[in-house]
């Protein structure tokens, strides 16, 4: 029964999300041109939770488990993933350019005491700019996932970048992701080790084009 309530829940809340409209944005920005990673380099590895029940939601909410970013974005992945392989590493990405009314989906399915881990729908996320992926580390000896200090989407402590808890080892690979990303562009979220903006996301709008509709 309690199952029943909250599919009933979450299709309403998705419904609404669905029919909502993303902020309206004036000013100028550039061109959106969102590019799908894995044509640039295929050796960085996709594990999108979001198409999956695997996920804090518990459900799939994108239809296609794909990953884009704009375009000098994705061209910066492709540098940091080339600068790990010689330390034995690649690139795990969970998520990148999010359609504005899964934002909204998220924010209306967040307690209020966690929405710090979401964003809020009327600013937009700069996930929905193109601008922000969420991401590890994999082996490129097992091709399995690293332990870090916390699990992806975690909402605790262990999610923050500087969080002194964990191993050794889990503080050092979450640190050697960091050194990378900021290295070429990205900035972490202070409170997810795993979220990174490419600096410059306020020049590049919210969208709401499902990854069907990317060409
Ligand atoms: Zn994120």
Request: glycine share 8%.
């Given at each position: 029964m309690l199952h029943t309530v909250k599919a009933y829940y979450f299709f309403a809340l998705l419904f609404i999300s669905c029919a909502a409209k993303p902020p309206r944005e004036t000013g100028n920005f550039k061109p959106t041109d969102l590019v799908e990673i894995i044509t640039l380099d295929?050796?960085?590895?996709?594990?999108?939770?979001?198409?999956?029940?695997?996920?804090?939601?518990?459900?799939?909410?994108?239809?296609e488990a794909r990953a884009f970013l704009q375009r000098p974005a994705a061209e910066a992945l492709v540098k940091i993933n080339a600068s790990l392989r010689p330390l034995g590493y690649g690139l795990l990405v969970f998520d990148g350019y999010r359609p504005w009314s899964v934002t909204k989906l998220f924010w209306d399915i967040t307690t209020e005491e966690n929405?710090?881990?979401?964003?809020?729908p009327k600013k937009g996320s700069r996930h929905n700019r193109g601008c922000a992926v969420d991401l590890s580390l994999y082996e490129l000896s097992t091709g399995k996932e690293v332990t870090m200090t916390g699990i992806y989407d975690?909402?605790?402590?262990?999610?923050?970048?500087?969080?002194?808890?964990?191993?050794a080892q889990q503080r050092k690979l979450r640190d050697l992701l960091r050194e990378k990303m900021e290295l070429n562009g990205f900035t972490v979220y202070p409170y997810e080790w795993w979220h990174y903006d490419f600096n410059g996301w306020q020049q590049y709008r919210i969208s709401n084009i499902q990854f069907s509709e990317i060409r």
């Open positions: 295929s050796t960085i590895k996709l594990d999108i939770r979001y198409a999956t029940s695997n996920n804090f939601v518990g459900r799939p909410v994108y239809q929405k710090k881990f979401v964003a809020d975690e909402m605790s402590e262990r999610s923050f970048p500087d969080y002194k808890g964990g191993t």
